[in-house]
């Protein structure tokens, strides 16, 4: 026996330092052994809950139950379910049958206020009631006045939750949890070294205490101290032991804060090798993959990550983020329809992003030179909101890309209202009237206005538009040849050579016109 309760108490640290799959293992062992015990499907229970898989913490406390119906812990097990689920009544109902008989028991009543202040919806005041009896019945008990000034904290009250862990430590001054919940209320009061401090305290009294580093390494991003956090979540990492959720928050870290893609492919490759049920950890490949400009390793992550899900829908569930990061991935390959597909993933999990997420798909649409897709996704777009000054530039060039001249024409005829002194918008303009001119049996020169609005404003920068500027003052000569202004033609072709002395044309030009007779 004394050999199955030492093995509890190293499976209940276990669970304290959050190294989730051992403590898992040695509860599990413990229940195979001594078959009659209910409380081993307690704490399996338990570390389910802390794993977020409710429905296997249910059944591990029921499994509890069904060995003995006196195993009050199962029915508080229960009851903190039943919290989470807004089942009131039927929470109550198990805490007050743990509670019957146990009125002196300060390990239950402590047990029915923790799970009233530990669970996705605490109440405070209720846990305080229950908490206050824990205290008064065993006050020398350093874990009482810890509980209690968390729930003093959730109230708000940091005065009595500080006085409460001042009184934890007095009991016990070598436990580390107190300086830990010490360190929450400095952070809290963006008192950072202190609360540094205190965890450093933590340390230095128990090295292998695992959730004085997570704390630490949490404060370190929160303060925006990245340099510190990797050797920090390393140490936490290595201290959870087997537990390989502690890996997957690792590499989470490197991808999503500290953005080392190169380094969260490597640790999560080792992870998926080793653990291929952890699926979850494709989501960051896919992420880093990405980053690192590997876009086709990026789409296999996610298709990875979606089959995951797909198979253990009830336990986890896909982001905007993945869907996202996939429709960039088949973009960047130019898989342009199943790029739309995730899309429109993202619009059903967002919907109030419809008119981000239009442009963003016209826009990778005319990336992809997919001009009438492009077209089709900008004009669907302007039917939910006007477009930007951008947006119709591209939406422009993708109509003068199909030749539809005229609506092209039209667009950039209300870019030019909206931004008058655009000087590309006027240049497009002019280069889309001279496309149309050219589909008549005579030249029109309708191109004509845009080109001299052109100039006016690409001549500030003449080193900048020297190409263009020299097919501007080209065209504009050609034009006054024709309505015989040989004068001003010679004056267009003199600027062109005062940006290209050596431009062909121009000096051919100008020797015919200096044979023109006025």
């Not at 140490?235 to 032991?241: D, E, P, R, T």
Request: with cysteine; net charge positive.
């Amino acid at each position: 026996m004394a050999g199955k309760a030492q093995n509890l108490q190293e499976g209940i640290k276990q669970l304290e330092n959050e190294n989730f799959t051992a403590a898992l293992a040695t509860f599990n062992k413990l229940a195979v052994s001594d078959a009659k015990n209910p409380i081993y499907y307690y704490y399996i229970g338990e570390v389910y809950y802390n794993l977020d898989k409710k429905s296997e913490a249910r059944k591990a406390y029921d499994k509890g139950l069904s060995i003995s119906s006196k195993c009050d812990q199962c029915h508080i097990g229960l009851g903190r379910l039943d919290i989470d689920e807004n089942k009131a009544e039927a929470a109550k109902k198990h805490f007050e049958t743990a509670l019957k008989g146990n009125s002196k028991n300060h390990q239950i009543q402590a047990l029915v206020g923790a799970a009233y202040l530990y669970n996705t919806k605490p109440n405070a005041e209720t846990a305080l009631k229950y908490l206050s009896l824990a205290r008064d019945l065993n006050p020398k008990q350093s874990k009482y006045w810890i509980y209690l000034g968390d729930a003093y904290q959730a109230k708000g009250d940091l005065g009595n939750s500080m006085t409460s862990y001042e009184t934890a430590i007095e009991k016990d001054v070598n436990d580390p949890e107190i300086y830990v919940k010490m360190a929450r209320i400095w952070a809290s009061g963006q008192q950072v070294d202190l609360a540094t401090q205190r965890l450093e305290n933590a340390i230095k009294i128990k090295a292998d205490y695992a959730l004085a580093y997570k704390d630490l390494y949490e404060l370190y991003i929160r303060t925006r101290k990245f340099e510190k956090v990797v050797p920090i979540l390393e140490k936490y990492v290595a201290l959870s032991g087997s537990d390989i959720d502690a890996k997957v928050r690792l590499v989470k870290f490197l991808c999503y804060t500290a953005k080392d893609y190169n380094r969260a492919i490597e640790e999560g490759t080792k992870i998926i090798e080793s653990n291929p049920e952890q699926y979850t950890i494709h989501r960051w490949l896919a992420w880093s993959y990405f980053e690192v400009n590997d876009a086709k390793n990026s789409l296999n992550q996610s298709y990875l990550l979606f089959n995951g899900i797909s198979k253990d829908s009830v336990e986890r569930k896909s982001y905007p983020s993945d869907y996202e990061f996939a429709a960039k991935a088949a973009a960047k390959l130019n898989l342009m329809d199943t790029a739309a597909m995730f899309y429109n993933k993202v619009i059903e999990l967002q919907p109030e992003r419809k008119l981000e997420i239009t442009g963003l798909l016209a826009k990778a649409f005319y990336d992809a030179k997919k001009f009438e897709k492009a077209e089709f996704w900008y004009l669907e777009k302007s039917m939910q909101a006007p477009l930007t000054v951008s947006e119709l530039v591209y939406l422009g060039l993708t109509q003068k890309n199909q030749n539809k001249l005229l609506k092209a024409d039209s667009t950039y005829a209300t870019v030019l209202t909206l931004s008058p002194k655009y000087d590309f918008g006027w240049l497009t303009r002019a280069q889309i009237n001279d496309l149309i001119d050219t589909s008549t049996t005579k030249k029109l020169y309708l191109a004509k206005p845009y080109y001299e609005k052109y100039i006016e404003l690409a001549s500030v920068d003449p080193v900048k538009n020297k190409t263009k500027l020299i097919f501007a003052y080209t065209y504009l000569a050609v034009y006054n040849v024709q309505i015989s202004e040989y004068e001003m033609a010679k004056n267009y072709y003199n600027l062109v050579l005062s940006l290209d002395p050596k431009d062909e044309k121009a000096n051919n030009d100008l020797k015919i016109l200096s044979g023109i007779k006025k």
